[in-house]
């Protein structure tokens, strides 16, 4: 989408992708809101893409790849997105135009984690269906703050923050870290694609990369 948002997320794309050999052939930049993207499928077809990366969210994806599939243009291109372009929330609308979507997710229901497992089968018989990311690091920042203060031996609020700096502790993601220097919460992250309406993980990326270094100079 046309605003800061989609245009930071395209350019941190495109650097990253030029920087392991990709070419950029175009980019296109919506408004947000966009309703009908049918004029810029001319200049999607005539730039000739092998990939086409987009960031638009919500109601905006589902109209997006919907057009996209209808009219042919997603046909033979490899689509991939930010995450929170296809989610648990719109991958229900979007159908079958999201097949073969790729993304970046910190969560899926699929993990092979121990305390997912358990998670995951608690989640559905309080609510019948399956979680999603902001249930699950909700669930997980309760057991962080437990770990902090179990580490702590107390619940005082300075002694609780300074535990926290550094501390591991489980979560249906797997094993999360807040970094000390910057208070950044490192994790795996995963690639998934959508195959037959659900997402497949299709790789791993390790939390040190995903995140980038440790450059905050205020703690």
């Known amino acids: ?18 920087q392991r050999g990709a070419t950029t052939v175009g980019q296109l930049f919506a408004p947000l809101g966009t309703k009908d993207y049918t004029p810029f499928f001319g200049q999607i077809r005539s730039a000739h893409p092998n990939v086409l990366y987009t960031s638009v969210a919500g109601n905006d994806t589902v109209r997006l790849l919907t057009q996209m599939s209808s009219y042919g243009v997603s046909k033979g291109l490899t689509l991939i997105g930010a995450a929170g372009v296809v989610t648990p929330q719109n991958i229900g609308a979007l159908g079958a135009a999201a097949n073969g979507f790729i993304t970046a997710a910190a969560y899926s229901p699929e993990l092979n984690v121990p305390e997912n497992k358990k998670f995951v089968a608690a989640f559905r018989a309080a609510f019948n269906e399956e979680p999603g990311l902001y249930a699950t690091d909700s669930y997980g920042v309760v057991y962080f703050y437990k770990a902090a203060v179990e580490k702590a031996g107390s619940t005082d609020t300075a002694k609780v923050r300074a535990a926290m700096e550094g501390l591991k502790w489980d979560t249906p993601e797997g094993v999360k870290q807040m ?41």
């Open 1 to 18: 989408p046309d605003y800061e948002m989609g245009r930071s997320t395209v350019a941190s794309f495109r650097g990253m992708a030029e």
């Open 179 to 219: 970094r000390a220097g910057d208070h950044q919460a490192i994790q795996e992250m995963y690639a998934v694609q959508v195959v037959d309406g659900k997402f497949k993980i299709i790789g791993k990326i390790d939390g040190k990369v995903a995140v980038g270094p440790d450059t905050c100079t205020r703690f």
